[in-house]
């Protein structure tokens, strides 16, 4: 369980997610919302309001989710805030 926890941190630079005020762990975000054929929504397009108000949702168990409740719990409303931004910026980007 532990190499897991290291590898969101090891990914970090390859996605570009090195910005020091950005979390370590949310370079994982990307594995399943990064567009694509995962199944999961995709968070290109998507305002960092519209983000953050779902890491909020799924944090305050205003919204169900298989996983993500148990994610946004790990972040700060500060942390998920600049995780939006970060994620938004990448998504206008593309």
């Known amino acids: 369980m ?9 990914l970090l630079p390859s996605l ?3 910005d ?12 399943c919302h990064g567009g694509g054929s995962t199944g999961f929504p995709s968070l290109d ?3 960092a ?5 779902a890491m909020a949702a799924f944090r305050e168990g205003h919204r169900a ?6 994610i946004a719990r ?4 500060e942390e998920s805030r600049v995780i939006a931004e ?6 206008s980007a593309r």
Request: charged letters at 20%; hydrophobic letters at 45%; aromatic letters at 2%.
């Open 86 to 91: 970060d994620l938004a910026a990448r998504g």
């Open 45 to 47: 397009g998507l305002t």
């Open 74 to 77: 790990g972040f700060s409303q």
């Open 16 to 18: 570009g997610l090195a």
């Open 2 to 10: 532990r190499r897991l926890a290291v590898l969101p941190a090891l």
């Open 49 to 53: 309001e519209r983000i953050a108000d």
């Open 20 to 31: 020091e005020r950005v979390p370590a762990g949310a370079a994982s975000c990307l594995g």
């Open 65 to 70: 989710g298989s996983v993500m409740n148990r």
